[in-house]
């Protein structure tokens, strides 16, 4: 499975969009990109995936260059509860995902 | 989380004494993982099942046994249990199929304390 890189940890105001950048830049063309999220205590919960193409869902847009060498994920309107560790994963749709350390975002009022 | 249960959430054992951690679903999924989180280590997968009877190992296994004797329920277990598997274990599930990709629907977890 390819590697991500992605910031320690970011900070957002509330109602603003929350722009979390992944650098995956040995992704292999048959690999999806996923975004979870970690609120603490809690079991990571998935937020969104993507091939190729961007995509939309209730809770985030995800970005995809068209290299697919990065992606960001969107949250359009940051909200308190949106503070958490968001985790960007490549994967062949095997049976494993690998979890880095993820971003530590901040919502701050 | 709905469909996925971890029993015990809380344990406080003593080194050497063995632990089972169950983790039981109801959605009838193929797939179930094991994963431990420590700080500074992101979530690390111990063993995974992709069926009754079926299990393989993930990255961190040693010291740690799994047992699916039915699709609902995934069974770790440390034999002696030691200092270094204190931890938060979550258990995991994923359906056959979705639309190709590989979506997991995780657990509470299961906080387990070795004395």
């Known amino acids: 499975d390819a590697k991500t890189t992605q910031p320690t940890s970011m900070d957002c105001a509330e109602g603003r969009a929350a722009n979390l950048p992944c650098n995956h830049s040995?992704?292999?063309?048959?690999?999806?990109v996923y975004w979870y999220r970690q609120i603490h205590s809690q079991g990571p919960q998935y937020i969104i995936h993507?091939?190729?193409n961007n995509e939309t869902n209730e809770m985030a847009s995800l970005i995809i260059t068209e290299d697919r060498k990065s992606s960001t994920l969107i949250l359009p309107h940051a909200t308190l509860r949106d503070t958490a560790v968001y985790y960007c994963?490549?994967?062949?749709?095997?049976?494993?995902?690998?979890f880095g350390g993820g971003t530590r975002l901040m919502v701050k009022p | 989380d709905a469909g996925i249960t971890q029993s015990p959430r809380h344990k406080v054992t003593e080194t050497g004494t063995p632990v089972t951690l169950r983790c039981h679903q109801t959605?009838?999924?193929?797939?179930m993982y094991w994963y431990r989180q420590d700080p500074g280590h992101g979530l690390r997968l111990i063993h995974y099942?992709?069926?009754?009877?079926?299990?393989d190992k993930g990255e961190v296994s040693d010291g740690y046994s799994v047992s699916r004797s039915k699709t609902e329920d995934f069974l770790l277990t440390l034999e002696s249990a030691t200092s270094s598997q204190t931890s938060v274990y979550f258990c995991?599930?994923?359906?056959?199929?979705?639309?190709?990709?590989?979506?997991?629907?995780f657990g509470a977890g299961s906080r387990l304390t070795v004395l």
């Open positions: 993507g091939l190729k």
């Open positions: 040995t992704i292999s063309g048959n690999e999806y």
């Open positions: 959605e009838n999924h193929r797939y």
């Open positions: 099942s992709y069926g009754v009877k079926d299990t």
């Open positions: 995991a599930i994923t359906p056959t199929a979705h639309s190709g990709a590989n979506v997991l629907t």
């Open positions: 994963i490549v994967d062949n749709a095997g049976n494993m995902l690998t």
